[in-house]
């Protein structure tokens, strides 16, 4: 790094504005440009091989590792680099191998840069740290069914304090996409289908990781979920107005309530226009109507993907010009479509003011993390002695997580297990493999496989020791019965026999997370529809025709159809991938120690081929429905909905007003009880229903929730604070509009019981509302009349 005699933008004293014009003012276009880029240096999915029955095209793929990994980190940073990419993330290291190459690529960066500018260290945190030896915390479809936003900002903020202190700068979560398939493979990744459970606790998530230091990046703008037939990176079929009332908001929110720093575009194409292509997107709403003034990475290859995937460009260096000049700032994870800028710039196909935009608002962001202060160093940049990514803290946010996710569907005859069971047969895939807890961003499914030597890297226990942890006096027998993919019913038998042999049978059953076809759940791992993998479901009816009761727990990352099996049961638990805490948690559960309290984030379908199956729906994709098409609209168990040990009672509605004005708001009070002998938590959910609007809108939408905690006996009031603008949607004229009407006010326990209902008049006349309307629906809990 050479050094200059003045280098003004080091200044901590001027503001970051200022500093970032300065640095942006001394860069040679070259320099410019390079900052919009990123190296992948530790990349080996190269090598990675697709399962050998798999028939999809992998030649983009191909393509792009190709054309990524054809330069050096010395080539790719002669002139600066934006990003460094997965340091951390891309092979298992022990922190001090990974403090070592961290300092020893950003020496390479610094080395021959004119002007001494580090570049940024991102990382993949959906699950935690995805890096070798951290905490692997439940996915993000087990946070939406805590239906805590306190404790995931707890999970980011553990997760953010861990990456600032080995130097990364930039954290690639939260995923905000709303779940609209459950086929999709990344269902796992998502929070839920339900717009405002997905805004909240993903800007829960934005708060705890940036309050560590670490950027958050929202992503995958926008639609990415609502993929046709589920498929990953499938077109979408989607009007303008769905995508502004289910898919937006929680972007929008994000960035409104917690500042979010950046955002990822995705790789679907709306309408048949690639979200990296669509100005309107990134341009009209994200930055014009929002005011976002963060930066917007692209997927991996989701620029060179334009050219090769969606023929929207020509070649990579059009697809470059095309991505920057629609807004998106930095290449991930390598420099391809932005390695033709300088050519784009100088034939006067691309404005060097589109690059001075890109650049600023990175080295705004390099300003305000200290990567231009006068005192870092790359050996600063990471915290001096151990560092334990595993710690007693983090495992203990993860336990709590797992414990408040699992969802007891039914109790049936067999739950919590009483004192009288002497024998028990634990039978299923999921049983005796710890993987199948963790996701498919977790370091042990997404890399370790291509390293089968090195384990997890954590402690992380199988479902099957972790209740023989849990009930040391009963007499466990384990039985695989099957794997969780494939034709193989050997195990058939042998699971049966123990069935039979056995006062109960416990299934474990479900997924197991990996990626492109090497799982069951996860990225690019879609189903064609949504009976349990392989022969799970031939192994339950089995273990079901013995006759001896069976307790199913699905340990999953989508929602499989239960239908079949429901009534047939002693017991039914609903396990969204728990992470390396979750045995003990699904134990506690099965045991009675734990008292139940998740709720549903995705409706279970009743049907496998039932489509589509989440709850927002107008009349005519309802139960209302009813005779006019042969299909069941009904789910077996609906949104919010999650069962307990002991007993609630909802009651007593009080409306503060009858009527408000189209600028107004009211609250909505109940009283919430513990009916039963066991503490416990349950989740009250507020939905609102337009009883009359301009365009078909769903019967009930949850608009506001809290999780209370009560002991026996004891009570408090729920006051939901609505405001006028949370019955706000999209008009014909696609203006967002608050208009005068009627809606029902509808507080429960889930989407389908909703004992208190009453209604609210809203008054005055239509409204236009935009970007600074009310977001969110407070919730205050006080002791019954005020006390």
Known sequence: MSSQPEQPWRDPALPADKRADLLLQAMTLEEKIAQLGSRWAG?????????????????????????????????????????LTRVWGSVPVTVEQGVAELIRQHQVVLRDSRLGVPALVHEECLTGFTTYGATVYP??????????????????TAIGRDMAAVGVHQGLSPVLDVVRDYRWGRVEETIGEDPYLVALLGSAYVRGLQSAGVLATLKHFAGYSASRAGRNHGPVSMGRRELLDFILPTFET????????????????????????DTWLFGDVLRDEWGFDGTVVSDYWAVPFLASMHRVATDNADAGAVALTTGTDVELPDTIGFAG???????????????????????????????????WTPEGSVRSGGVDLDSAENRAIAQELAEKS????????????????????????????????????????????????????????APFDALSNELPDVDLVHVKGCEVTGEDRSGFTAA????????????YVGDLSGLFGHGTSGEGCDAEDLRLPGVQGELLDELLDTGKPVVVVVVSGRPYALGGIADRVAGLVQAFIPGQEGAAAIA???????????????????????????????????????????????????????ASYTSFAVEDLRLSSAEIGDDGEFTATVQVRNTGERAGDEVVQLY???????????????????????????????????????????????????????????????????????????TGDVRVVGHDRVLTTPVAIQDPGGG
């Not at 994000?254 to 292509?277: C, E, F, H, R």
């Open 254 to 277: 994000a960035i409104a309530t917690a500042g979010a720093g950046s955002v990822m575009s995705s790789y679907a194409d709306i309408d048949g226009l690639p979200a990296s292509a």
């Open 496 to 507: 049966v026999e123990a069935a039979r042999d056995a006062d109960l049978c416990i299934a």
């Open 43 to 83: 990349n080996d999915m190269a090598d990675t091989e697709l399962p050998a029955d798999e028939t999809i095209n992998v030649a983009p793929m191909e393509d792009v590792f190709a054309a990524g990994g054809s330069l050096s980190l010395e080539d790719a940073s002669r002139d600066g680099l934006g990003h």
């Open 406 to 461: 699992v969802v007891l569907l039914d109790a049936g005859s067999a739950l919590p297990l009483s004192a009288g069971v002497k024998k028990v047969a634990v039978v299923g895939p999921c049983a005796g493999d710890p993987r199948t807890l963790m996701g498919c961003y977790a370091f042990p499914n997404h890399v370790l496989p291509r390293y089968p030597d090195r384990g997890f890297g954590i402690q992380v226990i």
């Open 688 to 762: 609102l229903h337009d009883v009359v609007a301009r365009v078909a809108r769903p019967l009930k939408q949850l608009t506001g929730f809290a999780r209370v905690s009560l002991e026996p006996g004891a009570a408090v009031d729920v006051t939901f604070r609505v405001h006028a603008d949370r019955t706000a949607y999209t008009g014909p004229d696609l203006r967002r509009i608050v208009e005068p009407g009627d809606f029902e006010v509808m507080v429960g326990t889930s989407s389908l019981d909703l004992p208190c209902r009453g209604f609210v008049r809203v």
């Open 341 to 375: 800028l300088l050519d784009k710039v100088k034939a006067g196909e691309v404005s060097e003011e589109v690059i001075d935009r890109a650049a600023r608002r990175l080295l705004l962001q390099k300003v305000k993390l200290g990567l231009l202060d006068p005192d």
């Open 588 to 642: 506690g559960v099965l045991s009675g120690r734990i008292v139940p309290s998740g709720k549903l984030p995705v409706q279970i379908p009743r049907h496998v081929g039932g489509q589509p199956g989440t709850y927002l729906q107008p009349a005519l994709g309802s139960v209302e429905s009813a005779g006019i098409s042969g299909l069941e609209a009904r789910p077996l168990f609906p949104f919010g909905y999650g």
């Open 139 to 156: 996915a993000s479809i087990a946070w939406g069914a805590t239906f805590d936003p306190g404790l995931v900002e707890r999970m980011a």
